[in-house]
């Protein structure tokens, strides 16, 4: 009798704990979703940034490679180039949950295979997308100092609609400057490009995510 009751009580324990993980990795599911959904909307709003700007990036590379006084006006450049510096943000992958699931002894807690892979595809997408920003935000900053030479900020005024002064005139009308600074811009342009498409694939994969934990949790 003795042994049936701590066996019992062992039994009992057991299902108790399974049923206290179970409803932490689901907790943890949950949480999972809300971050990639919050992932999901910010990543679509960035594209669209980044795009636009990579657009633009390949206005001022044509502008700079083809200037001849007349044909493109100074003021269309620091158009483009403004363009070109106010889109700042970048994506920042929501990291709450991950990093309490890693700082909880890693993957072990998600029992599910499926589950566990997703998410695993889906960190490192993220990670992949940082190294680009990484990337390009060193580019920009070389960019930056001869831009400097080229540019008299003065004329940007962020007051104003246009947000550039009509009278806004170049510093230097250097052909071979344009080049150097044109083949500055073009790779950050392809910079921009391989951005796009990291974003594209961690937004691909968080759709997959949502679609694989809701099914496999029943959410």
């Not at 250097?174 to 796009?196: E, H, P, W």
Request: charge should be negative; glycine fraction near 6%; proline fraction near 1%.
């Amino acid at each position: 009798m003795l042994f049936l009751a701590v066996f019992c009580g062992f039994l009992a324990e057991y299902k108790l704990e399974h049923v206290i993980e179970h409803n932490r990795e689901k907790t943890f599911i949950e949480s999972i979703i809300e971050d990639a959904q919050l992932d999901t909307a910010h990543i679509r709003k960035i594209l669209g940034q980044k795009e636009i700007q990579r657009l633009y990036a390949d206005s001022l590379i044509k502008a700079l490679y083809n200037y001849e006084t007349g044909k493109v006006s100074d003021f269309v450049i620091y158009r483009y180039f403004r363009q070109i510096i106010g889109a700042t943000d970048w994506v920042k992958p929501t990291e709450r949950t991950l990093m309490q699931l890693k700082n909880s002894g890693g993957m072990r807690l998600i029992r599910n295979k499926d589950a566990a892979d997703i998410i695993i595809a889906y960190d490192g997408s993220g990670n992949e997308v940082i190294e680009q920003q990484d990337f390009l935000e060193k580019v920009f900053l070389e960019i930056w100092q001869p831009s400097c030479q080229l540019f008299n900020f003065n004329y940007y005024n962020p007051g104003t609609y246009r947000g550039i002064s009509e009278a806004a005139v170049l510093q230097s009308h250097d052909k071979q400057r344009f080049v150097q600074f044109a083949n500055m811009l073009t790779a950050y342009g392809g910079g921009l490009s391989i951005y796009c498409q990291e974003l594209r694939k961690m937004q691909d994969q968080a759709i997959k995510l949502l679609d694989v934990l809701k099914h496999e949790y029943h959410l």
